[in-house]
Structure formats: C-alpha cells, structure tokens
C-alpha cells in the first residue's frame, strides 16, 4: 500500500498560497526571501523527496503551474519530476499539462484511496492546497513533511483550513536547512 506524503513550503503562519508573488497576495515573494546557502540545502531535500516517490498527485492548477516552470527544464531533478507518473485532480480536463499523467474526477477521496491501494511507494502531494484539505478531512494523509519559511505574512490560504477536523500528527523529523528554514516530518495519528 502506497503512503500519501503532503510537501509543501509554509511560512510561520502556516501560509501556503502565492510564494513567488505571482497570485498578487501582496507580498511579493516569500519564497525566494532566504540564502544561497538556505536554497541548496531545501535543493537537496526535494531532490531527495523526488527521487524516492513513486507518483505526484496534483490538483489542476498545480499540474499547469508546474508544467510551466518544469517541461524545459534538465538535469537529475527535471528529468525525474517530469518522468514520474502524475495522477491529477480535476472534474474540467481530460489531460493534465505536466504529461505522464492520469485525471482522477468524481469522488476524490474514493479514488485516492484505491490509488494508495494500488501503489507501493510515496505519492506526494506538492501545493494543491484544496486538495490538500480534501484529503486531511478524508483522513487520508500519511505524512506531512513542511519546509517552514521565515516569514509571517498575516494573510493567506493556510495549510489548515479552518473548516477542516481535528488531526493529531507525530513529529518523526527535524532538519535545519541552511540557516535560516527547517524541515518538519509528521506522521499522522490514526483515531486519536
């Protein structure tokens, strides 16, 4: 059975939404605000994180913004993301942009939930943040690994909604990266 990973970049506040200030939150790129030395050591952990998944799952968006940013691209990480198989949520495509790729529509916690069946390795989720509250209020996610920012920016989608339920997670993994971020790895407590 596969276990679904939940990656994304947060800042102190736990904001998830428009880090490179192309949204137009407001406040520009939170993303980019940290050190050579910051973005070599987040580098090695998602090159790490990519080459050890089995599949990407996606919301729409997040496979167009991503296909945008990584079809041109080369080299050991480029070539991984875009080879990997990418499984795509979305009730208004038929074919998801980034390529390799399967559009999952209609009830989205059942067919995720037949996916992680099918899978042996990590499907992870990277943004996708509705996605993301879909599958934490379905009790689906196995794991979250954050790579925390910092920056309070005092608005902005969360990555916990407020509509969602409560979820008790364990803290398995603390890493520094650079100096100035850190990568936090939870596994979620089932039933707690």
Avoid: C
Wanted: zero cysteines; charged letters at 25%.
């Amino acid at each position: 059975m596969g276990k679904l990973i939940i990656s994304e970049n947060v800042t102190l506040d736990g904001v998830t939404q428009d880090p490179t200030g192309e949204e137009g939150l407001g406040h520009g790129s939170w993303f980019f605000d940290i050190s050579d030395k910051d973005r070599e050591a987040w580098t090695k952990v998602e090159l790490a994180e990519a080459m050890a998944a089995e599949a990407l799952l996606l919301g729409r968006r997040t496979d167009e913004w991503f296909a945008t940013r990584w079809l041109a691209r080369t080299g050991e990480w480029a070539d991984r993301l875009n080879g990997m198989p990418k499984y795509v949520v979305s009730s208004t495509i038929d074919e998801p942009r980034w390529g390799h790729g399967t559009v999952i529509s209609g009830d989205v916690a059942k067919e995720v939930s037949k996916l992680k069946e099918q899978l042996d390795g990590d499907l992870v989720v990277y943004a996708s943040l509705p996605l993301v509250h879909t599958l934490m209020e379905n009790d689906l996610v196995d794991e979250l690994r954050l790579t925390v920012y910092p920056v309070v920016l005092g608005s902005g989608n969360r990555l916990f909604g407020e509509a969602g339920r409560k979820a008790t997670m364990r803290l398995t993994n603390t890493q520094p990266l650079g100096d100035s971020l850190v990568h936090l790895t939870y596994k979620t407590v089932p039933n707690a």
